[in-house]
């Protein structure tokens, strides 16, 4: 079971990036999945999730109207699209595959496997 986070980078403040998380050795169609950030010294805080089928987003209020979540369930493969970055969105991104309802997306907690990351960083 593996995660794999990709296409984070160096970026001009006001610039776009396109991450993605292709998943391998399990079905993300099951799963929900999330997106969260955690910038040196600070926690892993949440930044977006997607019901299992898309038809349902969350994001946090940081990063709203900015961010899109969705994913392609046949290429088994999460995305977050990035517009207007800013600096304070440098940190390492993650992806994560959740399999249990009832949870909040939002806590870090709910979440069965994580992928290793990829950093974005937003120059002033």
């Known amino acids: 079971v593996q995660l794999q986070a990709f296409g984070g980078g160096l970026v001009q403040a006001g610039g776009s990036l396109r991450l993605s998380c292709a998943a391998s050795?399990?079905?993300?169609?099951?799963?929900?999945m999330g997106w969260f950030h955690q910038a040196p010294g600070k926690e892993r805080d949440f930044v977006a999730a997607?019901?299992?089928?898309?038809?349902?987003?969350s994001y946090a209020d940081s990063v709203k109207g900015r961010f899109t979540i969705s994913r392609d369930n046949a290429k088994n493969t999460v995305y977050l699209q990035m517009n207007g970055l800013k600096p304070e969105d440098t940190a390492v991104y993650y992806c994560?595959?959740?399999?249990?309802?009832?949870?909040?997306?939002?806590?870090?907690?709910?979440?069965?496997?994580w992928g290793q990351g990829t950093l974005v960083t937003v120059s002033s």
């Open positions: 994560g595959a959740a399999s249990k309802d009832g949870g909040s997306l939002m806590r870090h907690t709910a979440y069965d496997y």
């Open positions: 050795g399990f079905t993300i169609s099951n799963y929900q």
């Open positions: 997607i019901s299992r089928g898309g038809s349902s987003t």
